[in-house]
């Protein structure tokens, strides 16, 4: 994934996964808004 500069793999998958849920349940709408979680999400996963 590039903007967190992972190789593709499983962390990928559940990244995907995290945003899908978040735009399924209206919790971001804008690009700005993913990366955002994104990176929230990164840091706890301790990717970043």
Same mark, same amino acid.
């Given at each position: #994934?590039k903007h967190?500069?992972?190789e $593709?793999? $499983?962390?990928?998958? =559940?990244? +995907?996964? #995290?945003?899908?849920?978040?735009?399924? @349940?209206?919790?971001? =709408?804008? %690009?700005k808004?993913? +990366?955002?979680?994104l @990176?929230?999400?990164?840091? =706890?996963?301790n990717? %970043?």
């Amino acid at each position: #994934m590039k903007h967190l500069k992972i190789e $593709p793999g $499983p962390v990928v998958g =559940k990244a +995907y996964n #995290m945003l899908l849920d978040a735009k399924l @349940d209206d919790k971001i =709408k804008t %690009k700005k808004e993913a +990366y955002s979680l994104l @990176d929230e999400w990164a840091k =706890k996963k301790n990717l %970043k």
